[in-house]
């Protein structure tokens, strides 16, 4: 049974920062595409941050818009894990952050896409 497991979340002032967590098991994500999608109140789940697998142990990230120059992605695939440095909070980040793998090494923003889904990890963010 594939599992992924977030944690850091929690409550934090504007400016601050969270390094979020995805620890996956019954299964290696090395070489495949996993992604940080977050959901707000009332509104669809987006795709926040994502990296795909380029080759010679090394993964290209990508970030959205609206975070970019404020989180970070990156992968340990000697933990089997993807972490979500975000820098910078504002109150509008405010949301539910799910970690999501697919099957494929390139990454999508279609929720679609996504084999597997973690649970969710609460990020709110006070002016």
């Known amino acids: 049974q594939v599992q992924l497991v977030e944690s850091g979340g929690g409550l934090v002032q504007a400016g601050g920062s969270l390094r979020l967590s995805c620890e996956a098991s019954?299964?290696?994500?090395?070489?495949?595409?996993m992604g940080w999608f977050r959901q707000a109140p009332g509104k669809s789940r987006e795709l926040v941050a994502a990296?795909?697998?380029?080759?010679?142990?090394?993964?290209?990230?990508y970030v959205t818009d609206a975070v970019k120059g404020r989180f970070t992605i990156s992968r340990d695939d000697a933990k089997n894990a993807v972490y979500l440095q975000m820098n910078s909070l504002k109150p509008e980040d405010t949301a539910v952050y799910y970690c999501?793998?697919?099957?494929?090494?390139?990454?999508?923003?279609?929720?679609?896409?996504?084999?597997?889904w973690g649970q969710g990890t609460q990020v709110t963010v006070s002016s």
């Open positions: 990296t795909s697998w380029k080759g010679v142990r090394s993964y290209d990230g």
């Open positions: 019954g299964r290696t994500f090395s070489g495949k595409a």
């Open positions: 999501a793998g697919r099957s494929s090494r390139y990454y999508s923003s279609q929720l679609s896409d996504y084999d597997y």
